[in-house]
């Protein structure tokens, strides 16, 4: 089945794979029915993943697959990357829901999938309730269990193990408001190449923008082949819509004028990525075949976004390319391989932006100044495209304070805010734990799970400034490497997470502590009081330490500052405003602790193998 497989002139258009393309919308009149009858049904509520999946799978996206998989289909792929009867289909398409959920739902029993604002999307009859393995999915699908590996974090972290299966009736598509034009699916797509007499269509993913080197080889292509170009844009969901989603739309859009009139058209696939090397390069080429692609354009390094604990790409370099032409015979599709990109020329924007660079690849393009970077760039790409893309330039990121009651976190947080308040345009964030609990949480206490809400929504918010290019600051104590290791996954998808370990001492806390609250946890008061009837799990692999025993605010501000910089979060470094006066009182009593920082508020596991920050060194 491998070698290089070619397609001939022919008079139809590509068929799908599997041979029909699956439409699981169901007629109005059946809508009209499930309608009236999902009240009374128990409802799934679709995280922005599986409403990207439904989307896919309605529309035969996702031909041949029906529904979402069993545990039959799931293990096959995970293992061999085939369905159960054989079919090659490289990834898992899953509906995992609650433990607890699941136990109001038995075999037979039809349920209601509903959008994050109730409305019905589709039913679906349980034909299976069933346990999946996410440690062992991670390892057959990225090749690691760590959380270094963005979309291995999120399978870790923000999924569960129990999947439903069944028979798939959809009742409508979800509404996307943006760029509805520049949205079609495959049988809108196969109309149109009727109506015109195409049956050769060259099918491109790009892996972020198109510039120039981009253009000229897929212009170049499509005449080879005497074919149209399909370029199709994944913008589906990892949480909600990703930072330069309408910069990267927009960016794609203005390149469209440097080809002939309807040589090249552009599409908006609501595919939320999985980001596996050669598996997505053979999943990709299998949904363009769907769309009536003759050829698919495979780059080297096909979605390599992973790292190893050495910060080594996860995936081999043509690993993607190889898989691709190993089973083109299978697929039914022309391999046109794109090998003469590297990083730096691949993607020009990285010099301008390090939204999703690697973090051995940062503290590298990091120390070339902007003005040489917009230089290159330039002779590479076009002005209009930089001009879009620069409109999401400033990254966000979020500084995480963790360490014990009276460690000195909220005081050194409070100083790094008026430091970085004073030297950035960009808006700032202090996350005030007494704000948060008033405003946010109100309702909450204080047992283990109230706290780890109180700092999931935390880290919640954090991300969404950090999303739009702000910088936030959070310090609560967080005891738990599960709950931070929750917060890192959703600040990541569009940022950078930055956790500072404040590692006083216990002794030192306590001495520190004016309100008595050691004292009284001590004496059995105050229950679950973290460092005494608490646990408190030391971060294993912080990208900053600091030690407020050993050294005053001002100081450890001064490290992290110039950790900052070092990095490129910081364009300069803030002056130190140290006061060299005598202090009106005890230094020890400048390192203290809000109320609602007292008392501990998160959790699940930070993997030992994590490699430090951007740039990898540890500031201690």
Same mark, same amino acid.
């Given at each position: 089945?491998?070698?290089?497989?070619?397609?001939?002139?022919?008079?139809?258009?590509?068929?799908?794979?599997?041979?029909?393309?699956?439409?699981?919308?169901?007629?109005?009149?059946?809508?009209?029915?499930?309608?009236?009858?999902?009240?009374?049904?128990?409802?799934?509520?679709?995280?922005?993943?599986?409403?990207?999946?439904?989307?896919?799978?309605?529309?035969?996206?996702?031909?041949?697959?029906?529904?979402?998989?069993?545990?039959?289909?799931?293990?096959?792929?995970?293992?061999?990357?085939?369905?159960?009867?054989?079919?090659?289909?490289?990834?898992?398409?899953?509906?995992?829901?609650?433990?607890?959920?699941?136990?109001?739902?038995?075999?037979?029993?039809?349920?209601?999938?509903?959008?994050?604002?109730?409305?019905?999307?589709?039913?679906?009859?349980?034909?299976?309730?069933?346990?999946?393995?996410?440690?062992?999915?991670?390892?057959?699908?990225?090749?690691?269990?760590?959380?270094?590996?963005?979309?291995?974090?999120?399978?870790?972290?923000?999924?569960?193990?129990?999947?439903?299966?069944?028979?798939?009736?959809?009742?409508?598509?979800?509404?996307?408001?943006?760029?509805?034009?520049?949205?079609?699916?495959?049988?809108?797509?196969?109309?149109?190449?009727?109506?015109?007499?195409?049956?050769?269509?060259?099918?491109?993913?790009?892996?972020?923008?198109?510039?120039?080197?981009?253009?000229?080889?897929?212009?170049?292509?499509?005449?080879?082949?005497?074919?149209?170009?399909?370029?199709?844009?994944?913008?589906?969901?990892?949480?909600?819509?990703?930072?330069?989603?309408?910069?990267?739309?927009?960016?794609?859009?203005?390149?469209?004028?440097?080809?002939?009139?309807?040589?090249?058209?552009?599409?908006?696939?609501?595919?939320?990525?999985?980001?596996?090397?050669?598996?997505?390069?053979?999943?990709?080429?299998?949904?363009?075949?769907?769309?009536?692609?003759?050829?698919?354009?495979?780059?080297?390094?096909?979605?390599?976004?992973?790292?190893?604990?050495?910060?080594?790409?996860?995936?081999?370099?043509?690993?993607?390319?190889?898989?691709? /032409?190993? $089973?083109? *015979?299978?697929?039914? =599709?022309?391999?046109?391989?794109?090998?003469?990109? %590297? !990083? &730096? +020329?691949?993607?020009?924007?990285?010099?301008?932006?390090?939204?999703?660079?690697?973090?051995?690849?940062?503290?590298?393009?990091?120390? /070339?100044? $902007?003005? *040489?970077?917009?230089? =290159?760039?330039?002779?590479?790409?076009?002005?209009? %495209? !930089? &001009? +879009?893309?620069?409109?999401?330039?400033?990254?966000?990121?979020?500084?995480?304070?963790?360490?014990?009651?009276?460690?000195?976190?909220? /005081?050194?947080?409070?100083?790094?805010?008026?430091?970085?308040?004073?030297?950035?345009?960009?808006? %700032?964030?202090?996350?005030?734990?007494?704000?948060?609990?008033?405003?946010?949480?109100?309702?909450?206490?204080?047992?283990?799970?109230?706290?780890?809400?109180?700092?999931?929504?935390?880290?919640?918010?954090?991300?969404?400034?950090?999303?739009?290019?702000?910088?936030?600051?959070?310090?609560?104590?967080?005891?738990?490497?599960?709950?931070?290791?929750?917060?890192?996954?959703?600040?990541?998808?569009?940022?950078?997470?930055?956790?500072?370990?404040?590692?006083?001492?216990?002794?030192?806390?306590?001495?520190?502590?004016?309100?008595?609250?050691?004292?009284?946890?001590?004496?059995?008061?105050?229950?679950?009081?973290?460092?005494?009837?608490?646990?408190?799990?030391?971060?294993?692999?912080?990208?900053?330490?600091?030690?407020?025993?050993?050294?005053?605010?001002?100081?450890?501000?001064?490290?992290?500052?110039?950790?900052?910089?070092?990095?490129?979060?910081?364009?300069?470094?803030?002056?130190?405003?140290?006061?060299?006066?005598?202090?009106?009182?005890?230094?020890?009593?400048?390192?203290?602790?809000?109320?609602?920082?007292?008392?501990?508020?998160?959790?699940?596991?930070?993997?030992?193998?994590?490699?430090?920050?951007?740039?990898?060194?540890?500031?201690?």
């Amino acid at each position: 089945m491998g070698g290089i497989h070619r397609l001939g002139k022919s008079k139809e258009l590509n068929s799908p794979f599997g041979g029909a393309l699956v439409n699981l919308k169901v007629t109005p009149d059946r809508a009209a029915e499930l309608k009236a009858v999902s009240h009374d049904l128990v409802s799934v509520d679709l995280s922005p993943r599986q409403l990207a999946d439904l989307e896919m799978l309605a529309t035969g996206v996702f031909s041949p697959l029906q529904s979402f998989m069993g545990r039959a289909d799931y293990e096959a792929v995970c293992a061999r990357m085939r369905l159960a009867d054989g079919r090659l289909w490289p990834i898992p398409v899953t509906l995992d829901i609650s433990q607890k959920l699941a136990e109001e739902i038995s075999p037979g029993q039809p349920v209601a999938l509903r959008d994050a604002e109730g409305t019905l999307m589709a039913v679906l009859t349980v034909s299976e309730i069933w346990l999946r393995d996410r440690g062992a999915e991670s390892q057959c699908l990225y090749g690691t269990r760590s959380f270094t590996h963005v979309a291995a974090n999120q399978l870790l972290n923000a999924s569960g193990d129990t999947c439903l299966s069944g028979g798939f009736e959809v009742v409508e598509l979800p509404m996307h408001h943006d760029f509805p034009s520049l949205r079609r699916t495959p049988a809108e797509w196969r109309a149109q190449y009727a109506q015109h007499h195409v049956t050769r269509v060259v099918g491109y993913h790009p892996r972020h923008l198109m510039h120039r080197a981009h253009v000229e080889f897929t212009k170049r292509t499509a005449y080879l082949k005497d074919a149209v170009l399909l370029i199709q844009a994944s913008v589906g969901r990892r949480g909600l819509n990703d930072a330069d989603h309408f910069s990267r739309t927009r960016a794609l859009s203005v390149v469209l004028d440097r080809y002939a009139s309807q040589a090249a058209q552009l599409n908006l696939l609501e595919l939320s990525p999985r980001h596996v090397g050669a598996r997505s390069a053979l999943w990709h080429a299998i949904l363009h075949k769907n769309f009536g692609c003759t050829h698919f354009i495979v780059e080297h390094d096909y979605d390599d976004q992973g790292e190893g604990a050495t910060g080594d790409p996860m995936y081999g370099q043509y690993h993607g390319l190889d898989s691709v /032409t190993w $089973h083109a *015979q299978e697929i039914g =599709i022309e391999v046109v391989p794109f090998r003469n990109l %590297v !990083l &730096e +020329e691949d993607q020009p924007e990285k010099l301008l932006s390090l939204r999703g660079v690697s973090r051995r690849m940062k503290g590298k393009i990091r120390e /070339t100044s $902007h003005e *040489q970077n917009a230089e =290159i760039a330039h002779w590479f790409s076009y002005p209009a %495209v !930089l &001009e +879009e893309w620069r409109k999401t330039l400033r990254q966000g990121f979020t500084l995480f304070f963790t360490g014990l009651s009276g460690a000195g976190k909220s /005081t050194l947080a409070q100083v790094l805010y008026a430091r970085l308040k004073e030297q950035e345009a960009r808006p %700032v964030t202090l996350f005030d734990g007494d704000v948060v609990r008033k405003n946010i949480s109100s309702e909450l206490g204080f047992s283990r799970e109230h706290r780890d809400i109180n700092i999931q929504r935390q880290g919640y918010i954090a991300s969404l400034i950090t999303r739009h290019g702000g910088i936030a600051i959070c310090a609560p104590i967080a005891p738990y490497a599960n709950t931070r290791a929750q917060v890192r996954a959703m600040v990541e998808e569009d940022g950078d997470f930055i956790e500072i370990y404040v590692a006083t001492p216990l002794a030192v806390c306590e001495s520190r502590d004016r309100k008595g609250l050691y004292a009284r946890a001590r004496a059995g008061l105050i229950r679950q009081f973290t460092g005494v009837s608490d646990p408190y799990d030391t971060p294993s692999n912080p990208e900053i330490v600091v030690d407020t025993s050993l050294q005053s605010a001002n100081e450890a501000a001064d490290k992290i500052l110039a950790y900052l910089m070092a990095q490129g979060y910081l364009t300069r470094l803030a002056q130190t405003a140290v006061v060299q006066a005598k202090p009106t009182r005890d230094p020890a009593t400048l390192w203290t602790s809000s109320s609602a920082d007292v008392l501990p508020m998160t959790t699940l596991t930070a993997d030992p193998a994590r490699t430090t920050g951007p740039g990898k060194p540890l500031i201690k």
